[in-house]
């Protein structure tokens, strides 16, 4: 009995403990959630202090991700907010205005006063009211030490027309949350999904929220039918016909303490509104069953809608996560969803189109005289590789090496043929590099793809170049503004605790490496640099092994949701025309890399 009660005993002592420390965590939360919606209230202190609209024709925006890009609905503009930006050390957070003429291929900053806060991973959508109104809903910001975020519940409204800035505070809307999808159908934004994780625990959701736009009120639905399982960062679209629907998506559960396990999600819904011309309309879910080629698994993707009654994926990160890290492979395909014949298929690039060339071939041709015949110019035969070198800020020599393939050999024909054909262009092919968490936005049947971010081993490239294509065409990609490679800017992880630069951003990583470790970690870099050649298709890469512990935080995951989770060295990032590896510092060896891409 005694030992038995000894044993009592010690267990309501445990149970006490624990109860202390929850109240301690909770308080702690409590403080960190006070602490940002501070930082929060200083920035927008310095955002009332202007007074008026100012435009100014600016170079290309920096780098970011997570930011949202929509396209203008009466001009030839596109418009950029918002986003953020990781160094290595810092998490930057931006509630910037940029408007992008398609004719002109120009930048404009314009700064409005009383904008949003600052955040990221946010949903905007642009509807033709009034000139054109671009709505913009939740998103986060991050804390100074890029481990805490504050999740947004609050809902703006740009006029396009006046250049103003308007919040609109209606009750009864979603709570805050970031990762979460939201479209304009018909008179309404329609909003689902999303996640909300504080220092204590996290939570995904399956929701769905209307906004009316005539009356400015909120109204959450509760469709019959099976719902999606609870979501963040899938894709969502709406049809001509008033449905919405989803596809995929990022969640995660804990499977034991402090373990976690992510899912990425591939099933498909509708959600169709019932009854229409009701004052209350009734919504139901269904499983959708698409036909043809699926994109295969992945977060981080960005959507848009296309011409002909198509929605479309581009890019994205499939990530394998284990208990401590994370591998995967970023993507730079698209995808296009046919919502009329409820089919998946993969775009294709056709390669541009020369003028037709009439060619007389055989013995009869040759018998009339060379001035019957038109020559065709020889293409260069075999890879081109275009190189550049660029000197950063920091004095690292970066080589920008872009290797493309030239045409294939013309087959031989027979010798009395005489044909009118299309060739293929004699420039070779060039595409946006692998990332994911990029901006999409479609102008007049043609997609735009801004920014972005990949990884290489521990370090995060974030893009700022912007490419086009015209989806009736599918005919080859064309680079709009070209990423800089001295707007590339990496830090090592601190080694000691450094003062916090609230105004700035936040200082990440805490893992400390060992100077020995990160020593040979730089030699086994340049090592493999060099088995490459400093090589990145399409991009500037030319460094050697990354720097830092890994224990960073993977903002690739951020907007859906996989916070926390360390990333080891990456899978290269991978060209599928010409077959090129663009790692550095991950493989070897070329061999190597092509081994494990099979």
Request: net charge negative; glycine share 12%.
């Amino acid at each position: 009995m005694g030992k038995k009660g000894k044993r009592e005993k010690k267990g309501k002592g445990a149970e006490k403990t624990a109860a202390k420390m929850e109240r301690k965590v909770s308080r702690r939360a409590r403080k960190e959630e006070e602490d940002l919606e501070a930082l929060i209230a200083e920035f927008q202190n310095l955002d009332a202090k202007k007074t008026q609209v100012i435009e100014t024709a600016c170079p290309p925006p920096s780098p970011r991700l997570n930011g949202s890009l929509s396209a203008h609905p009466e001009k030839d503009e596109l418009i950029l907010f918002g986003g953020e930006y990781f160094n290595g050390q810092k998490t930057y957070l931006y509630n910037e205005l940029y408007v992008y003429n398609i004719r002109k291929n120009s930048w404009t900053k314009l700064e409005i006063p009383n904008p949003p806060p600052r955040r990221c991973a946010h949903q905007a959508a642009v509807v033709p009211t009034a000139g054109g109104q671009l709505w913009v809903f939740g998103g986060e910001f991050a804390s100074p030490n890029g481990e805490q975020f504050y999740h947004y519940k609050d809902l703006w409204v740009l006029h396009l027309a006046t250049k103003t800035w308007e919040q609109i505070k209606a009750s009864g809307g979603p709570s805050g949350r970031s990762g979460h999808r939201m479209v304009a159908c018909k008179r309404q934004l329609i909003l689902f999904g999303g996640f909300h994780e504080s220092a204590r625990d996290y939570i995904y959701y399956n929701d769905v929220y209307a906004f009316n736009l005539d009356s400015f009120t909120w109204s959450k639905l509760s469709p019959s039918g099976i719902a999606p399982a609870p979501r963040s960062g899938c894709q969502m679209a709406a049809t001509p016909e008033g449905s919405v629907i989803i596809y995929g998506g990022y969640s995660k559960q804990r499977i034991k303490k402090d373990v976690d396990k992510g899912t990425l999600h591939t099933d498909m819904f509708l959600l169709k509104a019932e009854g229409s011309g009701k004052e209350e309309e009734k919504w139901a879910w269904s499983r959708l069953n698409p036909s043809g080629v699926k994109p295969t698994p992945r977060s981080g993707f960005s959507v848009a809608v296309g011409p002909n009654n198509r929605s479309l994926l581009f890019g994205g990160v499939h990530d394998e996560e284990e208990e401590e890290s994370i591998e995967g492979d970023f993507f730079n395909d698209i995808y296009f969803y046919d919502i009329g014949k409820n089919r998946w298929f993969p775009g294709q690039l056709k390669g541009p189109k020369s003028e037709k060339r009439k060619r007389r071939r055989g013995r009869q041709a040759e018998a009339e005289g060379a001035g019957d015949e038109e020559v065709e110019k020889q293409a260069p035969q075999g890879p081109v590789e275009i190189v550049k070198e660029v000197v950063a800020e920091d004095g690292t020599v970066m080589t920008i090496k872009q290797v493309i393939s030239g045409p294939a050999g013309e087959k031989e024909r027979s010798e009395s043929e005489e044909e009118e054909e299309e060739d293929g262009a004699l420039s070779p092919q060039v595409e946006p590099c692998p990332r994911s968490n990029a901006m999409l936005a479609v102008k007049h049947g043609v997609l735009y793809v801004y920014g972005g971010m990949f990884e290489v081993g521990d370090r995060q490239f974030t893009l700022s170049d912007l490419y086009s294509i015209d989806l009736h065409k599918m005919e080859e990609w064309k680079v709009l503004v070209e990423m800089d490679p001295k707007a590339q800017e990496w830090l090592e992880e601190s080694e000691s605790d450094e003062e916090e630069d609230d105004t700035e951003g936040a200082e990440g990583g805490e893992e400390e490496e060992e100077s020995s470790e990160e020593e040979s970690e730089d030699e086994e870099g340049e090592r493999q640099q060099k088995a490459h050649g400093g090589q990145i298709p399409g991009v500037f890469l030319g460094l050697g092994g990354g720097g830092g512990g890994g224990g960073r935080r993977c903002s690739a995951l951020r907007a859906s949701g996989a916070h926390g989770v360390p990333v080891p060295q990456r899978a290269c990032c991978w060209q599928s025309t010409p077959r090129v590896c663009s790692c550095v510092g991950v493989f070897a060896s070329m061999h190597e890399c092509g081994e494990a891409r099979g």
